[in-house]
């Protein structure tokens, strides 16, 4: 794969990479277009990355289906699909991790404490792999987007980071892999994230400025649903990650938020351009 | 230097880079002509890198004439000077680093537990602004050698990592910007430490296999000198850094100190082909 890009940047050719778990879904596809959008050749990387799991969490459960994402990717217009194996990313003796120190330890940090150092760790060296002018990564991981992009200046990777929209289902349910987990009851109980979401918007749009006021709204309108767990509600600077206690007028606050339904854990966003 | 570099792969020149913190001396001058036989364009870069320097340690004093260095590079063959400042390496919001999780946390790491992050984190920057087919180091840092080179391969930079004999003095002290320090005194003390490695050296020649007694040897040695405070004497395995009890024939073992001097903290090491 490294020695393929490396050809392919002698040849002047505009690499763009897609990094993805795979299962894809619409929102991975979202993601194909704009990197075709910005680049010759598109190397879609599918790599169930075994560092950003918590020995507690998923990853010997994580939906996998190779057949169906090979079709998916081709006909979406991938023109490399890069699956390495984890005994080849990770051979015996590896011993070098990137960190967040401090982006990576709030919000899902918090609760996924080891998560960013397996993320970044894995891109760093897929970017190094196939050594991509443009990277694309969906919203739906707000705060991965942010610590990506932050590593991308901070390590002088000089490849452009676009972040694209979160992809939903048509009744609002943000797309991931994970929501096949989900009981049909628990699919129902979980529209209310999304719902909350836009309840806070509403809300913002109406005047309200107290972050405090709106977390409430949306933690009342989450917790009528009878399963839903909630990690956390928060309202921040989009970049800083920092809490906001009130929307200063031309600030872009991110809302996130982390809720869990039985064994499954859904994260949802918004950013919110204040007025 | 980023621009210049892509361009310069793009010409396909193959860039050699010397990363060094100034202060030159001939040590740094043989890693100069090692990357010279290796590369068609020779980038050094000096950079007193704050993030390898505990607060307690030498920043501030740390030796610096870049006049001099300047004209040194360029006889020696540089073909380009890389001096970025700290600000752009390290702007305001700064949060990625790289850690070396287990390689990094021994010997040195014991008594500088933030240097080899430092270290990793700054060669990191400097091979993505450089974009090097081949790093040279010097086998002086001899554990810095060790996570820098398993750091290449762990995160796939596709860098090829060479490392460069320790030079030394005429006495046989290990040429170091840190040697302009030392005092008369403690300078003819500090050779007690390439003595000692000569020692181990004869002594592992005339058939002792036991890593105690060669510590043993060493530590009379050197404790002899009155102003040495030893932090240090190891026998470890050359790449794993784990200790080694037993020398096995056919081992290579590292041989490595770090002994104060005053305020001076001078290391050195030798590597044993056990016979």
Same mark, same amino acid.
């Given at each position: 794969m490294q020695e393929f890009a490396s050809a392919a940047r002698l040849q002047q050719k505009r690499i763009g990479v897609v990094p993805t778990m795979g299962y894809l879904h619409k929102g991975h596809l979202s993601l194909v277009r704009a990197a075709k959008e910005? %680049?010759? !050749?598109?190397?879609?990387? !599918?790599?169930?990355?075994? $560092?950003?799991?918590?020995? $507690?969490?998923?990853?010997?459960?994580?939906?996998?289906? &190779?057949?169906?994402?090979?079709? #998916?990717?081709?006909?979406?217009?991938?023109?490399? #699909?890069? $699956?390495?194996?984890?005994?080849?990313?990770?051979?015996?003796?590896?011993?070098?991790?990137?960190?967040?120190?401090? !982006?990576? @330890?709030? &919000?899902?940090?918090?609760? =996924?404490? @080891?998560?960013?150092?397996?993320? !970044? @760790?894995?891109?760093?060296k897929l970017f190094n792999i196939t050594q991509p002018h443009v990277a694309v990564f969906g919203q739906k991981d707000a705060q991965q987007a942010v610590v990506i992009t932050r590593m991308a200046r901070d390590l002088n990777f000089g490849i452009e980071i676009i972040i694209a929209p979160t992809v939903r289902e048509s009744d609002g349910l943000a797309m991931s892999s994970r929501n096949v987990y989900l009981s049909p009851t628990e699919h129902t109980q979980a529209l209310a994230l999304s719902r909350s979401l836009k309840?806070?918007?509403?809300?913002?749009?109406?005047?309200? =400025?107290?972050?405090?006021?709106?977390? %409430?709204?949306?933690?009342?309108?989450? $917790? =009528?649903?009878?399963d839903a767990k909630i990690d956390y509600i928060a309202i921040t600077d989009h970049e800083k990650l920092e809490p906001l206690a009130k929307l200063q007028s031309g600030a872009t606050a991110l809302i996130s938020l982390a809720v869990r339904f039985g064994k499954t854990r859904l994260i949802d966003n918004t950013l919110v351009k204040v007025g």
């Open positions: 910005r %680049s010759d !050749l598109v190397i879609m990387t !599918l790599f169930v990355n075994p $560092t950003q799991f918590a020995p $507690t969490e998923d990853l010997s459960r994580y939906p996998r289906d &190779l057949t169906r994402d090979s079709e #998916l990717a081709a006909s979406a217009g991938v023109d490399v #699909l890069f $699956t390495p194996a984890a005994e080849e990313m990770y051979p015996s003796g590896y011993d070098t991790y990137i960190i967040s120190e401090r !982006l990576g @330890t709030v &919000l899902e940090g918090e609760f =996924r404490p @080891t998560h960013f150092r397996g993320v !970044l @760790t894995v891109v760093a309840i806070a918007e509403d809300i913002i749009t109406r005047g309200e =400025r107290d972050a405090q006021k709106i977390i %409430s709204s949306m933690t009342a309108h989450i $917790t =009528r649903e009878p």
